[in-house]
């Protein structure tokens, strides 16, 4: 079992490159959009896809490796919270930008409460690297 929280927790980075990546170019889209679209719909299909599976992710991570700590998965969390933010700090600066018709509320709330989100995943990672080994207890 030891390791495969290292795998678990780069799958999770992975998760929220990929939802920053989508956020960004569907933010950029609605700055001057060509057809038609429905942003509430596409920002919950983007989240089911990206951002929930990596925070499932990156809490799992976590909570399999709080008991020794790990230095490698707290950095990769600390990265993923990185990730997370500028990619929402990015997207926040574009919702100026936004076509008028498309800048509802959930278009402006999502790279905030994002945001809040990372400021957690960063703070989980930076527990992991303080955390030190307790000793396993033998039963035989």
Same mark, same amino acid.
């Given at each position: 079992?030891?390791?495969?929280?290292?795998?678990?927790?780069?799958?999770?980075?992975?998760?929220?490159?990929?939802?920053?990546?989508?956020?960004?170019?569907?933010?950029?889209?609605?700055?001057?959009?060509?057809?038609? *679209?429905?942003?509430?719909?596409?920002?919950?299909?983007?989240?089911?896809?990206?951002?929930?599976?990596?925070?499932?992710?990156?809490? *799992?991570?976590?909570?399999?490796?709080?008991?020794?700590?790990?230095?490698?998965?707290?950095?990769?969390?600390?990265?993923?919270?990185?990730?997370?933010?500028?990619?929402?700090?990015?997207?926040?600066?574009?919702?100026?930008?936004?076509?008028?018709?498309?800048?509802?509320?959930?278009?402006?709330?999502?790279?905030?409460?994002?945001?809040?989100?990372?400021?957690?995943?960063?703070?989980?990672?930076?527990?992991?690297?303080?955390?030190?080994?307790?000793?396993?207890?033998?039963?035989?």
């Amino acid at each position: 079992m030891v390791g495969i929280e290292k795998y678990i927790a780069i799958a999770a980075i992975g998760l929220f490159a990929m939802f920053t990546g989508e956020i960004n170019v569907f933010y950029n889209y609605l700055t001057n959009p060509n057809v038609e *679209t429905e942003p509430e719909a596409k920002l919950l299909m983007y989240i089911s896809i990206g951002a929930a599976p990596a925070s499932v992710m990156a809490g *799992t991570a976590f909570i399999m490796s709080k008991r020794y700590g790990s230095r490698q998965v707290g950095l990769i969390l600390i990265g993923s919270g990185i990730i997370l933010l500028i990619g929402m700090f990015v997207a926040n600066s574009t919702i100026s930008r936004i076509d008028s018709n498309y800048r509802i509320y959930i278009v402006g709330i999502l790279p905030q409460l994002f945001m809040v989100i990372s400021v957690a995943i960063m703070a989980s990672g930076a527990f992991l690297l303080r955390t030190k080994k307790r000793p396993i207890k033998e039963f035989f």
